[in-house]
C-alpha cells in the first residue's frame, strides 16, 4: 500500500473519491459536507492532501483546508474505499496527513468535527481534545461547508454553537508545554531504571 502526498496526477482518482464519500455518507445515514471533484483536484495541485493507492487502485483519502488566516487547519474528507477497510488504513493516512499538516503549518492549531467513533479515536490518539465549537475557527466559510449535512437546521437552531458533531482540537502551544515534562518524566525514568540495574549487577558479583 501507497500512502502519499498526493499531487495533480492523481486528478484521475477525484470522481471516485467524491463517489465514495457521498456513498459512505448515505449509508451511515448522518450528515457529510458533500465535495466537488474539482475540489478534491484543488488539494492535490496544492499539495495539501494524502491519498492511498494498492496497485494503482483508489484506497484511502484525505485533505488539509485551512482557516483564520491560517490560525487553523481542519484534516478533512477522510475516506476509505469499502475494500480496504478494518486493516488499519485510516490510521495509518490520519497519522500522514497529521504529520503534513504540522510541518506545513507548524503554528496553527488543527481540528475536526466528527459523529464517528472512528475518527474520535484516531483524533484522541494524535493528541486532540474534545472542545466546544466557541474553541474552533470562526472562519464562516467552514460552517458554511455543514449546509449540505442532513443535520444543519441543529446549527443553525443554536447559533452555531453546537451540534450533533463533536469539536476535536489539537493545540501546539498546549502540546509544545506538555512535552517537556514528558522528556524529564522519561529522563527521571531512565535514570532510576540504570541505578537498579547498576545494584543489580552488584549483587550478582557478590
Ligand atoms: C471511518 C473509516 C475512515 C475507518 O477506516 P478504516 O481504515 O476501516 O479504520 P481503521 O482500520 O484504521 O481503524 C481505526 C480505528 O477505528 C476503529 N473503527 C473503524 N471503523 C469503525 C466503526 N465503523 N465504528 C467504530 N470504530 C471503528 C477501529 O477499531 C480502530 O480502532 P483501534 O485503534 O482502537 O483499533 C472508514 O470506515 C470510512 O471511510 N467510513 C466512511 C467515511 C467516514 O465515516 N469518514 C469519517 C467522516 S468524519
New binding site residues.
Partial sequence: MEIIIADISHSIYAEEICTT?EN?AKV?GTG?AKRKPEYVISKMQQGNAVIALESNKFA?FCYIESWSHGKFVANSG???HPD????????KIKKKIFEHSRAKFPEAKIFSI??????M??NS?LGYKPVTFSELTTDQTFWNGCKTCVNYDVLQRTNQKMCLCTGMLYDPVTENKTQPQKKIKEKTFNRLKSIKQHLFLKKEKK
Fill in positions: 464519500i459512505a451511515r457529510i484511502g477522510l475516506i476509505v480496504f477497510r478494518g486493516i488499519g488504513l485510516s490510521k466528527t459523529t464517528g467513533l472512528a475518527v479515536k484516531l490518539d
